[in-house]
């Protein structure tokens, strides 16, 4: 049976990650793996830091997560403990990154590259989602992701507001009109928001001045020479959200 995969570690994003992890498995209705791959000098707070996410994971409805403590490669160690992965979550800097820098995590560059999944990159903080933006580019990342949300139950019941930023050409025009009867052909409640500028400047103050609780978006778009490992914009997004952000491949 496919499950929900969340990476521990002892960042300060670590409760916030089985927060995140809960609320996506209750709305799916599946069972948590815990992982933290550790050395061998770090097995002993590996055991706390699952044993702490796997109470917080409890406590939010989702019984016998199932704690997984390894040594090895990263990714060859996701595919091992988890190999029918419905989805990934992790924290957006691990505990060894520099915050200074404004870099993202090491670990969320390997993963978002290798992963064949949905990637929920948690905030600091976890709120209940009730209000999403959606990132839509025209592209055809922008695209399978509009195609999973509709077949998806985590969105029912909550408020999606379609997001495009620059030009709309007759071509982006028509990709909007198409996602919007898609997620509307499934009983979602969608809204059209159009605005001009740069994304990851408007994304900000925008999630400041409304509320929205969760960003959306396809990990490529067409409209930016790919950077890094997702895509100038996508990373920039990702830096400057301050709600979790879930990508789709």
Known sequence: MSRIL?????????????????????RLGLGV?????????????GQVLLAEAARIIEAHGVPDPALHLRQGGLMSTIRAVSPELRAIVLGKRGESADFASGRLGSNLERIVRGATVPVLVASRAFRPVQRVLLAFDGS?????????????PVFQGVEITLL??????????????????????????????????????ILRPLVLDEGFDLLV??????????????????????????IPVLLYR
């Open 6 to 26: 969340a990476l521990v570690d002892g960042s300060v994003y670590g409760p916030s990650v089985a927060r995140h992890a809960a609320w996506l498995a209750e």
């Open 33 to 45: 793996d815990l992982l933290h791959v550790a050395n061998r000098a770090e097995l002993e707070g």
């Open 140 to 152: 055809a990342s922008a695209r399978g992701a509009v195609a999973r949300m509709a077949k998806s």
């Open 164 to 201: 495009h930023v620059g030009e709309t050409t007759p071509a982006v025009s028509a990709a909007i009109d198409e996602a919007i009867l898609e997620l509307v052909a499934s009983g979602l409640r969608v809204m059209l928001r159009q605005m001009q500028g740069e994304p990851e400047e």
């Open 217 to 242: 978006m396809g990990a490529y778009g067409h409209s930016r020479i790919r950077n890094l490992f997702i895509g100038s914009t996508t990373t920039a997004m990702i830096r400057a959200a301050l």
